[in-house]
């Protein structure tokens, strides 16, 4: 059993930044594979970036964030952080910290077992 706490949520201008993180407990976090997903009001959740617990932590973005968003773990801290620059306001959302057990950055939800509550993140344009 895994159980993740996301924070860092708030409201930022558009071009601006926010830092997400998620807590992670219960489990090995070094064996993990670490994932941030969004969900925006009546859309489907999708994927925003991926982290590997493997050697090397490789790395899986979507085309969306790519170039915004980072994606970087601390395994010492069992902690996985989000850093969002140059944000727009189609990246306003909650954002979800997922964990999956398979060592693959994957960008399918149904690839990760544990999920957290949630974080908003909103954008003022």
């Known amino acids: 059993q895994v159980q993740l706490v996301e924070s860092g949520g708030g409201l930022v201008q558009t071009g601006g930044s926010l830092s997400l993180s998620c807590a992670a407990s219960?489990?090995?976090?070094?064996?993990?594979?670490m994932s941030w997903f969004r969900q925006a009001p009546e859309k489907e959740r999708e994927f925003v970036a991926a982290?590997?617990?493997?050697?090397?932590?490789?790395?899986n973005y979507a085309d969306s964030v790519k170039g915004r968003f980072t994606i970087s773990r601390d395994n010492a801290k069992n902690t996985v952080y989000l850093q969002m620059n140059n944000l727009e306001p189609e990246d306003a959302a909650v954002y979800y910290c997922?964990?999956?057990?398979?060592?693959?950055?994957?960008?399918?939800?149904?690839?990760?077992?544990?999920w957290g509550q949630g974080t908003q993140v909103t954008v003022s344009s």
């Open positions: 997922a964990a999956g057990l398979t060592g693959v950055p994957s960008n399918r939800p149904g690839e990760y077992d544990y």
């Open positions: 219960g489990r090995t976090f070094s064996r993990i594979t």
């Open positions: 982290i590997s617990w493997r050697i090397g932590g490789s790395t």
